[in-house]
């Protein structure tokens, strides 16, 4: 069934992915982290319950799932999850900060498994920003090495960075170092949730100047580097090319895309603050979950009177919907009036 903003459903069509942190032990310890990972929950699914809940994401119809954490590769029962993944007919993609990826064991695990992509986290175009921001001396050489590894091993790799203030110059130098890799970049905003102080995040202009290099890159590189913004970056612009893979077509967080905690909660999206976690599959089935009226009603049902701010007077109002709904969400503890639109600040500045 179709989807259709404003109207309720009894049947939604299964999420397109399904972003799983089937951990929150991690080996690094960023700035950045939305979840704040370090130690495992004490309460992590058990391997039984991660593979039941690789079939019930199959029941409802899930297309694909990314593995993250913390740091995936920590969690003993990786390959188990990944296999079924795998076999169930999903896509499968792994999001890893890079340190296990030098371990010939694990990369021989990871070609095996042959995802459709595996993902590694860059924050700094030198060791001594990357290594600042993670936390842990070489993880840099770490990260590089293990990007340079799976590409030449003719794996599907790409490379995501998070911006805010203490990388905003490192931009560029991540750039010089990817061109001609063969790999695909993902650039997206860091946003006050778990680590991350509000006093790195970016202002306005800075967020702004982060979309004119996107696009800047996407003119001048396209032969030597596939570069997009994330859902929270760059759609819409009255001057700017749209810096997306998919044209945007409102938030997806419950639509087309589905988070899942480590202990079994289920969040539209993992970026959004923790009271929007709208149950958990050991009280309640995920299909229940997921097909409930009273679930994502953020982002399934909007109308145009729950827009607020400028987003309110906006003329594509009924296609944005508001805009990331993580980043309104705490950057203006509300949803529908996302701040971080390159329109609005383009029309700011007339």
Known sequence: ??????????????????????????????????????????DELSTEEALQLCDDLKGIGCQGVALMGGE??????WVTISEKVHNLGMELSIITNGWLGLDDNVIQQIVELAPECVTVSLDGGESSVHDMI???????DRATQAIDRFASLGLPTAVITTVHKLNLKELTKIRDYLKGKGVA????????????????????????????????????????LMVAGAHDMGYFSTILPDLQVKAWQGCQAGIGTLGIQSNGNIT????????????????????????DKESFTFSRYV?????????????????????????????????????????????SMK
């Open 303 to 347: 109308k145009m009177s729950d827009m607020k701010a400028h987003c309110a007077r906006c003329e594509l109002k009924k296609l944005c919907g508001g805009g990331c709904s993580a980043v309104s969400a705490s950057m203006s503890r509300g949803f529908h009036q996302d701040p971080y639109c390159v329109r609005h600040i383009e029309q």
């Open 268 to 291: 539209g999206c993992l970026a959004l603050p923790e009271q929007f976690i709208e149950g958990n599959i050991r009280d309640r089935p995920l299909r229940e979950i997921w097909y």
């Open 72 to 77: 995936p590769l920590l969690r003993p029962d």
């Open 134 to 140: 993670r936390g842990v001396e070489g993880s840099f």
């Open 1 to 42: 069934m179709p989807w259709r903003r404003g109207r309720r459903s009894k049947k939604w069509p299964g999420p397109g992915c399904a972003v799983w942190e089937i951990t929150l032990a991690c080996n690094l310890n960023c700035i950045h982290c939305g979840s704040a990972a370090g130690r495992k929950r004490d």
């Open 185 to 224: 970049w993902q650039i997206q905003m860091a946003t006050p949730h778990g680590r991350l102080e509000q006093r790195h995040v970016l202002s306005q202009d800075e967020y702004y100047s982060v979309a004119l290099f996107i696009a800047a890159t996407r003119k001048l590189y396209s032969k030597e």
